[in-house]
């Protein structure tokens, strides 16, 4: 490389920082400019952000949690974790469709690509309230759905069309579909039937029995087994207490951990709770060693404001929480769960409400 190059790469480097304001994953805080390795990008982001944060903090990243000013801490973080970060990134959109006044013109369902190889789908609030979240994670052999949403939408429609382009982007013939549930509740499973039959796909039916046999989950719940999807190995976890054949899923190429219904930023509904108790330690033990970049479940019922939530019911979400929690949350959940439960109660928290019933 030259030093015109250099300058050049230089200069690209620190244009992208400045129009990218995607927070840096917590599990790579140095990966500044996210593209999954630390390298100049992230070097130049430092530097340019150097002093007192200002309304970009994303360069403050030593001490954990930044404290307030971009310094040569911050630089020695970033030399300390130069190169690839073994974590496949990704952003999240700025907003959801959230319904409301918007049932005019949002669509049925939100495609969002996180990255390369995963989807986010939300539908829409303006078909059902439940306004559930649908994943697809694609590996080089087998793409997994997890859910089939709340009510007849066009999900086969758009999920084989997504599964057509990623095909043509990758030069890739045909891909196996794995259809699975978070759980068998039926704002997860409802459009199951438009998938049963077609071709290149597998449907798992939603007893505990059919989610056990699939996996080959011999003891249940405290036997977590793996699923590959060709380069992309799933962790499945059993954890039953919201439903019993829920599952958790860890994606070792994200360091995702899929919650269903179990932990999202709403009503933790809880239907067994000593199986839920349990279900939350769990993952709390199997996070111990292995990282989590975020927990995202498959529901949003707070708003942004602490401890506050949508009615039951709504189809509007002004000023709606993000999607994604973090594994303080789990953390949170998990001592909460352990203070109640000699005497199991709804328990407001700022971010979530504990509900057994
Ligand atoms: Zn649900």
Redesign the pocket.
């Known amino acids: 490389m030259n030093r015109f190059s250099l300058c050049l790469a230089m200069a690209i480097a620190l244009a992208t920082f400045l129009c990218n304001s995607s927070p840096a994953s917590p599990c790579a805080p140095a990966d500044i400019v996210p593209n999954d390795q630390v390298d100049v990008g992230d070097l130049l982001a430092v530097i340019s952000a150097w002093g007192p944060v200002g309304k970009d903090d994303s360069a403050d990243i030593a001490p954990p949690g930044g404290d307030d000013i971009v310094n040569v801490a911050d630089l020695l973080a970033v030399i300390g974790a130069w190169g690839p970060t073994g974590i496949s990134g990704g952003t999240f959109p700025a907003l959801w469709i959230n319904g409301g006044p918007n049932c005019g013109t949002e669509p049925q369902i939100q495609v969002h690509q996180y990255n390369q190889n995963t989807y986010i789908l939300r539908q829409s609030l303006c078909t059902n309230f ?1 306004a ?1 979240f649908i994943y697809l994670l694609f590996g080089q052999t087998k793409v997994l759905m997890q859910d089939t949403g709340a009510s007849n939408i066009a999900l086969a429609t758009k999920v084989y069309q997504i599964i057509n382009e990623w095909l043509a982007a990758h030069g890739q013939a045909s891909i196996q579909l794995i259809v699975t549930h978070s759980h068998g ?1 039926g ?2 499973i409802f459009c199951d039937s438009q998938f049963i039959g077609q071709p290149n796909t597998t449907v798992v039916g939603i007893s505990q029995t059919a989610v056990k046999n699939f996996f080959g989950i011999i003891n249940w719940p405290t036997q977590i087994v793996q699923y590959d999807l060709g380069g992309r190995m799933l962790d499945v976890i059993p954890i039953p207490g919201h439903q019993t054949a829920h599952i958790a899923l860890y994606d070792r190429d994200t360091d995702i951990l899929f919650t ?2 179990t932990l999202y930023p709403g009503r933790l509904y809880i239907s067994a709770f000593t199986d839920y108790k349990n279900s939350i330690q769990r993952m709390v033990d199997f996070t111990s060693t292995n990282p989590v970049c975020w927990v995202l479940g ?2 949003i019922e707070m708003s942004n404001t602490p401890g506050d939530d949508f009615p039951i019911g709504s189809t509007s979400h002004p000023n709606e929480h993000p999607l994604q929690l973090t594994r303080d949350h789990l953390l949170e959940l998990n001592a909460a769960i352990i203070a109640m439960q000699a005497a199991p109660h709804i328990e407001v928290h700022d971010e979530f409400i504990i509900w057994p019933f």
């Open positions: 439940e559930p509740h704002d997860h269903g219904d498959t529901h």
